[in-house]
Antibody, heavy 119, light 112 residues
Framework: EVQLVESGGGLVQPGGSLRLSCAAS????????MSWVRQAPGKGLEWVAN????????NYVDSVKGRFTISRDNAEMSLYLQMNSLKAEDTAVYYC????????????WGQGTLVTVSS | DIVMTQTPLSSPVTLGQPASISCRSS???????????LSWLQQRPGQPPRLLIY???NRFSGVPDRFSGSGAGTDFTLKISRVEAEDVGVYYC?????????FGGGTKVEIK
């Protein structure tokens, strides 16, 4: 069974940093693109970042470029999101999602972890 | 950038009756490879999103056949043939013809 479990969310002050983790199981992690998608409270979905199976290609939404870094450890079957210079508008539930290239969609999602940026 | 517009914002439905959600893109979603990368996702209250439909009309594994997708070009529709209580939630269309993709604003399906 495919499982994605996020952790690392919490309350952080503006300008602070946080590192999110996503532990994967039930599939060959190293074969898949992985993504982070976020959802601000009461709002819709927004793709944040993608990473290629071997980690050689990374993409970001413009609003987080230069502040967020996506990475992965295939041996540990884990996905990460390092978030620096956090802003109030980064407040959201962050989901880890598996991306299927052939259908260009996200077939499995984690339960999400809440990041709150506030003083 | 492609803009995805969903209507209605909210859809009150009687149990057992059909529901229909529209999604319109600001430009054609036909990719140069001939595919149209339009998906539908369901988000039940308090739950993460769940993939229902991909490439306009293909049901994902385990999705009941009361869900169907149709459309072409810039206009797409998700239909629920007979709404059940477990179908309550927000439905999102998502285009990925232009990498990495854009979500619609969501349509809330609720029971009357």
């Amino acid at each position: 069974e495919v499982q994605l479990v996020e952790s690392g969310g919490g309350l952080v002050q503006p300008g602070g940093s946080l590192r999110l983790s996503c532990a994967a199981s039930g599939f060959t992690f190293s074969n898949y693109w992985m993504s982070w998608v976020r959802q601000a409270p009461g709002k819709g979905l927004e793709w944040v970042a993608n990473i290629k199976p071997d980690g050689s290609e990374k993409n970001y939404v413009d609003s987080v470029k230069g502040r967020f870094t996506i990475s992965r450890d295939n041996a540990e079957m884990s996905l990460y999101l390092q978030m620096n210079s956090l802003k109030a508008e980064d407040t959201a539930v962050y989901y880890c999602a598996r991306r299927i290239v052939s259908i260009r969609s996200f077939d499995y999602w984690g339960q999400g972890t809440l990041v709150t940026v506030s003083s | 950038d492609i803009v995805m517009t969903q209507t209605p914002l909210s859809s009150p439905v009687t149990l057992g009756q059909p529901a229909s959600i529209s999604c319109r893109s600001s430009q054609s979603l036909v990719h140069s490879d001939g595919n149209t990368y339009l998906s539908w996702l369901q988000q039940r209250p308090g739950q993460p999103p769940r993939l229902l439909i991909y490439k306009i009309s293909n049901r994902f594994s385990g999705v009941p056949d009361r869900f169907s997708g149709s459309g072409a070009g810039t206009d797409f529709t998700l239909k629920i043939s007979r709404v059940e209580a477990e179908d309550v939630g927000v439905y999102y269309c998502m285009e990925a013809t232009q990498f990495p993709g854009t979500f619609g604003g969501g349509t809330k399906v609720e029971i009357k």
